[in-house]
Each structure stands twice: as structure tokens, then as C-alpha cells.
């Protein structure tokens, strides 16, 4: 398992912008499958987006589509979340996940059982 650091969240209006980060203990870019989750208050988790097949496929929840973009800083063994247009609805813990994936994947890839490495999330919260 790799370990993960999340950080960057914060407190901000609607329509803002934040950037996530999830420093992970070791190389991750070409065969691991990364992701963000997240959890509301009372609600289950939920996949918002991933990069995988070596950072050359991402996959964005529908209710971040267009609002959010993930990338990865290689060198930092870094994995990024960026957040615009944030919404009251966008407020949770965020979480980063990574899994094992040295094969070419596709399809939906954004199901908690598909991860065995989570960090600790950090906290998102967007008033009105």
C-alpha cells in the first residue's frame, strides 16, 4: 500500500476556487490508479473523479463534470484536485485514494471497493 497526505481545504463562497493536494510516499504516476472521493454529512461516499492508465485517462463524476479537474505532478509524487465553480452542494471530506493498477484499465473506475489506499481527508466547505 502507498501512503497518502491530503491538504488544501479550506472554507469559501460560492463560485469559488480551491485546489486539493494528496502528497503520496512513493511513485504513483504509471501504475496506480488514483482518485478522489468524497462524503456529506450523513451520506455515503462518493467517487469524484480519477486518473489512471498511467495519467492518460481521467474520469469525472457527472456532478463535477466541467467544474473539476485532476492531474498529477510526477515529480512531487503528487496527485491534484482542482475545484472551480464551487457549489453549497460541494461541501464534504475529501478524500484521496490510489490502488495497484499496472494493466490498462477502463470503464467506470470510481467505486470505493476499487481503492486500497486512503488518506485522511481534508475538509471542503462552500457557504452560500
Known amino acids: 500500500q502507498v501512503q497518502l497526505v491530503e491538504s488544501g481545504g479550506g472554507s469559501v463562497q460560492a463560485g469559488g476556487s480551491l485546489r486539493l493536494s494528496c502528497e503520496a510516499s512513493r511513485y504513483t504516476s504509471s501504475s496506480y490508479r488514483m482518485a478522489w472521493f468524497r462524503q456529506a454529512p450523513g451520506k455515503e461516499r462518493e467517487g469524484v473523479a480519477a486518473i489512471f492508465n498511467g495519467g492518460g485517462s481521467t474520469f469525472y463524476a457527472d456532478s463535477v463534470k466541467g467544474r473539476f479537474t485532476i492531474s498529477q505532478d510526477n515529480a512531487k509524487n503528487t496527485l491534484y484536485l482542482y475545484m472551480n465553480s464551487l457549489k453549497p452542494e460541494d461541501t464534504a471530506m475529501y478524500y484521496c485514494?490510489?490502488?495497484?493498477?499496472?494493466?490498462?484499465?477502463?470503464?467506470?473506475?470510481?467505486?470505493?471497493?476499487?481503492?486500497?489506499?486512503w488518506g485522511q481527508g481534508t475538509q471542503v466547505t462552500v457557504s452560500s
Open positions: 485514494a490510489a490502488a495497484f493498477s499496472p494493466s490498462r484499465v477502463s470503464g467506470y473506475v470510481l467505486r470505493e471497493a476499487m481503492y486500497n489506499s
